[in-house]
């Protein structure tokens, strides 16, 4: 078994869409995909930051949409590992 680890880059560019880096992940088994918890610090620390700098309601929504949208993926994640 092989483990892809993710560096806080990749994660970025994977959560942009970038199709490159969409279609090699595609390729991989979930479960063989992991992150440090260096990149998921960065990544947390990035979303509260965008929610910290927000001047308008919408960039305040938005904001808090892609921490959820972190959270939510990064504890289904950890719930498959220890199940």
């Not at 970038?18 to 991989?28: D, E, F, G, H, T």
């Not at 918890?37 to 700098?53: A, D, K, P, S």
């Not at 001047?55 to 892609?66: C, H, M, N, R, Y």
Request: charged share 20%.
């Amino acid at each position: 078994m092989t483990l892809w680890i993710f560096d806080t880059d990749h994660a970025t560019l994977f959560g942009q869409g970038n199709p490159q880096i969409v279609q090699r992940v595609s390729a991989v088994n979930s479960k063989d995909i992991a992150i440090t918890i260096v990149t998921f610090e960065e990544q947390m620390y990035g979303r509260l930051n965008r929610i910290r700098r927000a001047t308008s309601g919408d960039e305040v929504i938005s904001a808090v949409f892609l921490y959820y949208i972190n959270c939510n993926l990064e504890d289904n994640k950890n719930e498959a590992k220890f199940q």
